[in-house]
């Protein structure tokens, strides 16, 4: 076989991806596992957006659709950004995608190339360093620190600057931390970003998911100034719940947004038009199954947080937003759990995995090695069930805990 193109040898599959693969397989085999790793709301879509769905398919609704996305729908983000943002975004700015990945690949590929870098504070989601390296450049990694909150100082990013940076990523709330930005930290970060000119990435995929009365703030709200540096990366997956309907957008300078969708007419041609319909219906519709979802996912999260306190070997920093912990695990390297002695976040997963049929996500994938993810989109039932049984491992039980 002749060798592949030099890309794909740079690319590894996405870990949560994978992980989620191997758990359905688990499961098909019969076994009982709980799991805290994929990204994913358990909750239904909401019926109105399935209608909507159902009523575009009877009425005919199957051709293509413009590249960018149906306007009807471009206009609802429009009002969307006003009304819950304060940003300006016509709809010739805004181009509907087939997922936010694909909003922020597609970006990447029309911003970036061969010599550029991109930095990536971290912990970061496992898809930013491919996609950069997809468009040919370089992920440049910034350590954040949990004495800050996870938050990028400013002193951090001149440090990485070089004549070769051409962007930044920022995600708040954040996968995997659940750190969210606050007005000051953007405020802090300005002058530097100003004074080199780069692009603002800003992936606002769990804007709605932010607890404890914090407020919602992205680069461009905070910094209405530097806004045409900014592009807005967004969708509906997590919001309402709508993962697999695919649909993802982003909003941009007009030039950036033309752009974009000129490489995705090339890529896909456009987003699904039975999803695009119940996209609209999800953004004009009703909000009081959206906060239901938010009350729910804020219980949850109060309910790990006191689950693993007492856990022996973790350190849990209390999340923000989203609906993930990310606890540090350093206190368990070196000891010995289900046979194996645990001397990295991959083990650790492993045997939670193998021995207590937990699925959980290794913080090596996120740049985060000494750390863990759990997921809580997931029922209380099986939060508490799955952290019982990694209580009992972690207490020195024995034994195979998948069927309890």
Partial sequence: ????????LNVKPSPTLTLDAEVKAMKAR???IVNLGVGEPDFETPDH????AVKAIRDGFTRYTPSEGILELREAISRKFKEDNGLDYGPEDIVVTNGGKQALYNVMQVLFGPGDEVIIPAPYWVTYPPQALLAGATPVFVATRESDGYVLKPEA???????????IVIN?????????????DLLALAPVIERSGIWVISDDIYEILVYDGREFVNFPMACPGLKDQCIVCHGVSKTYSMTGWRIGFLAAPRPVAKAVAMIQSQMTSNPCSISQKAGLAALI??????????????????????LLQDMPGFRTPEPAGAFYVFPDIRGLLGRELGGRVIDSSDSLASVFLKECGVATVPGSGFGAEGSIRFSYAASEAELVEGLERIARILAGGAGDLRSS
């Fill in 1 to 8: 076989m002749r060798p592949f193109a030099e890309r794909t």
């Fill in 30 to 32: 019969g076994e009982r």
């Fill in 49 to 52: 957006i399935k209608e909507a």
């Fill in 157 to 167: 990013l001149e440090k990485a600057l070089t004549p070769r940076t051409r962007g």
């Fill in 172 to 184: 708040s709330p954040s996968n995997p931390t659940g750190m969210v930005y606050r007005r000051e």
């Fill in 285 to 306: 519709g009703p909000r009081e199954p959206v906060e239901r979802m938010r009350e729910a996912f804020d219980s949850r999260r109060r309910l790990v947080l006191r």
